[in-house]
């Protein structure tokens, strides 16, 4: 069956900041969608028990006083694994913008209260059905020119997405849906692959990317534009080890 056809979950977080490993989640959603059924979306306010940085709150404008107000960390994230897990043994795609940066921001605030992560609660020698349409869109049209244009929303207007709110999860896994929709029609080969080719490829492809990246901030980049010959960008997806640094993901 073709990806437009089948009912899909998409996922985003907002968060304490931009790492996965040490940062936590502060709202998310997940937006259920296509199949013939009505779209549903699942929104979760939650108090990371940490403060959020002003630059954080700038992003996604949830302060630390209305974060008091949200649920415990653990039976959120609790009920936001649960409602993942169940749709991915369904067979449902999971699609986030940058995935690997939720899955992994989740699997770390999952093991930091002690609760199963994502590879313990799926079935066992399955393979997700990750989509990731930061990853499909490096891939597929390598030249975008422009700096800050892979990010989603510039993503999103080149796949011709609009949406009137952006940087809440709500919109930005709506965001992120229309765009794999709309990349899955505009490149049929995407349908071609089963659901365990496609995470293989997409797993190979960011390795690719990354290491591109990588490349280009040792060789060409400016000390302005964080030019360093000793860089180092992880490219493991989806998880990124705990080992390693998020970074380079302009």
Not at 46 to 69: F, L, R, S, W
Not at 119 to 136: F, M, N, Q, S
Not at 152 to 168: I, Q, S
Request: glycine letters at 8%; charged letters at 20%; aromatic letters at 8%.
């Amino acid at each position: 069956m073709k990806f437009a056809d089948v009912r899909k979950l998409a996922f985003d977080t907002e968060t304490t900041g931009s790492n996965p490993l040490n940062d936590r989640i502060v709202t998310a959603a997940l937006v259920a969608r296509g199949g013939g059924l009505p779209d549903k979306v699942m929104s979760w306010l939650i108090n990371p028990g940490i403060p959020i940085p002003a630059e954080a709150t700038e992003v996604h404008g949830i302060t630390d006083a209305q974060a008091a107000t949200g649920a415990a960390p653990a039976a959120a994230l609790d009920d936001i694994a649960d409602h993942i897990a169940k749709a991915l043994a369904y067979g449902m795609p999971l699609v986030a913008f940058n995935l690997s940066f939720d899955w992994t921001i989740l699997t770390y605030d999952l093991e930091r209260h002690r609760l199963p992560t994502m590879a313990e609660r799926l079935p066992e020698g399955t393979l997700p059905g990750l989509v990731d349409p930061h990853v499909i869109d490096k891939q597929f049209d390598k030249y975008v020119k422009g700096t800050g244009m892979r990010k989603l929303k510039p993503t999103a207007e080149r796949y011709g997405v609009e949406l009137t709110d952006w940087h809440t999860a709500e919109a930005d896994a709506l965001a992120a849906l229309l765009i794999a929709e709309a990349q899955f029609q505009r490149f049929p080969l995407l349908d071609d692959h089963p659901p365990a080719v496609l995470f293989t490829q997409q797993k190979r492809w960011r390795a690719d990317q990354q290491a591109g990246l990588q490349q280009w901030f040792r060789t060409q980049a400016t000390p302005e534009q964080g030019g360093d010959p000793n860089k180092v960008i992880d490219g493991s997806w989806p998880l990124i080890p705990i080992t390693h640094q998020q970074d380079g993901d302009a």
